[in-house]
């Protein structure tokens, strides 16, 4: 399974969107507490749409609040509608989309009247059979705008704070503070990065909708290339298609004094990211891989970032080492057999043990991608076969969270798969090992 990178530079031909207030606490609320989902690393929340709930992915990668995925949806109403033309990161063409004002969002205690939303009429652009979870929407910038927003990654929790000299000065003694830009209505930092022994100051965009833990741009610095030690990768999806790249090991990661040895870092390639208008002096992103590691405060209004380390600050990195990617290919009914709880009966002085059978609807889970030269492709696994068992356990036993965890198991474990090719049942065994 692929590590997923949402990134959803947005680019959008039509008319100037408007100026829009954000969310705004609800009368005697200056504090609210938001669970959320965490899923390779990204964060999804409940936000309502004109009293619809939806699903959203937070993103602090993007400007505008997108919709997608809305055939189940029907019911939301949108007002003040115009047709526009959606670009981003891959290699493709723009998608088509709608425009609409006015729309009123609210999640627990807060609100936001008369919001601005690009709804993506391309069914194909779906997030949910690749996190797992119904995903609807990618807000942004106006979530993070008015309030300190705090991300507890790991109570999985957002905590949303009133702009007071109260709430600012607690968090002041606790964290460290970091200077941050907000340009074209996203975070961006300044970091350095050692690349073959080579130090190099960049500037990233702070992109919390990036399972990765760091970008590297090629172009952008004659200094920044990738490592002799690398590997071709699927990097993620974007509005205008796939984003392919490249996946290297660095000596070193520094951000604030916080230093992480040995990140892995994506490269992607010059017509993935073909479509993206650069702030300037841009080298790439930095992504949750590296923030899910702290509490996380953001600060928009005064440009400011605070951090504080949290269990996670010296995870090993990792990847997904055998090389393929899986998405969900829809639910089947399974079968299982189930021993009622009961009294046990007795027929000529033997035990009669009780069964029944139940159905359950199950996920089922299709290779989208096999990588070049990987584990995978080596042992023999193809595009479109069904996964069937993962070490002896059926596929639908797990999330595609899980089957992750398990494609990015140590080095040196044996990782046995069974898929379903057409009418063919195949059984395929292999050794993890690291290739950087």
Not at 197 to 220: C, H, R, T, Y
Not at 237 to 250: H, L, N, P, V
Not at 412 to 433: A, G, N, S, Y
């Amino acid at each position: 399974m692929k590590t997923i990178a949402i990134l959803c530079f947005l680019f959008i031909y039509s008319l100037p969107s408007q100026a829009q207030d954000g969310f705004v606490f609800e009368k005697n609320v200056d504090k609210v507490e938001i669970p959320f989902q965490l899923i390779n690393n990204l964060i999804f929340i409940p936000i309502k749409v004109n009293g619809v709930p939806l699903n959203f992915l937070l993103d602090s990668g993007v400007d505008e609040t997108i919709l997608f995925s809305m055939d189940d949806k029907k019911e939301v109403r949108f007002l003040d509608v115009e047709k526009v033309a959606l670009r981003g990161l891959g290699s493709e063409n723009s998608v088509d989309g709608l425009k609409s004002k006015n729309n009123f969002l609210t999640i627990s205690g807060l609100k936001s009247s008369e919001h601005l939303v690009y709804v993506i009429l391309d069914q194909s652009f779906n997030l949910s059979s690749h996190i797992g979870i119904p995903v609807n929407g990618i807000i942004g910038y106006h979530f993070m705008k008015n309030n300190l927003v705090e991300i507890n990654y790991d109570k999985k929790r957002i905590t949303i704070y009133k702009d007071s000299e109260k709430y600012r000065n607690k968090i002041e003694k606790k964290f460290k503070s970091v200077p941050i830009t907000i340009e074209k209505l996203k975070p961006y930092i300044k970091a350095n990065v050692m690349v073959s022994n080579m130090e190099i100051p960049v500037k990233l965009l702070i992109d919390i909708g990036n399972s990765d833990a760091v970008w590297l741009f090629q172009n952008s610095s004659k200094n920044i290339k990738v490592p002799e030690k690398n590997f071709e990768d699927y990097l993620g999806k974007g509005f205008s298609g796939d984003i392919e790249g490249k996946r290297a090991q660095i000596d070193r990661f520094s951000m604030s004094g916080f230093n992480f040895k040995n990140p892995i870092v994506a490269f992607p390639d010059t017509t993935s990211v073909r479509n993206v208008k650069m702030v300037k002096s841009r080298s790439g992103s930095v992504g949750a891989e590296i923030l899910k590691r702290f509490l996380v405060v953001f600060d928009y209004a005064n440009q400011k970032l605070y951090l504080k380390k949290n269990s996670h600050f010296d995870d090993p990195f990792s990847y997904n080492k055998t090389g393929i990617e899986l998405q969900h290919y829809g639910l089947q009914w399974v079968q299982e057999t189930v021993r009622l709880e009961t009294v046990p009966l007795y027929e000529g002085g033997s035990v009669v043990n009780n069964f029944k059978y139940k159905f359950d609807l199950k996920p089922v889970y299709v290779i989208t991608n096999v990588r070049k030269n990987s584990l995978a492709a080596e042992a023999g696994l193809q595009k479109e076969d069904v996964l069937v068992r993962i070490n002896g356990m059926p596929a639908h036993y797990f999330s595609l969270e899980k089957i992750n965890a398990i494609l990015k198991s140590e080095d040196e474990k044996w990782v046995t798969l069974e898929v379903q090719r057409e009418d063919r049942l195949l059984k395929f065994k292999f050794q993890l090992h690291n290739v950087l």
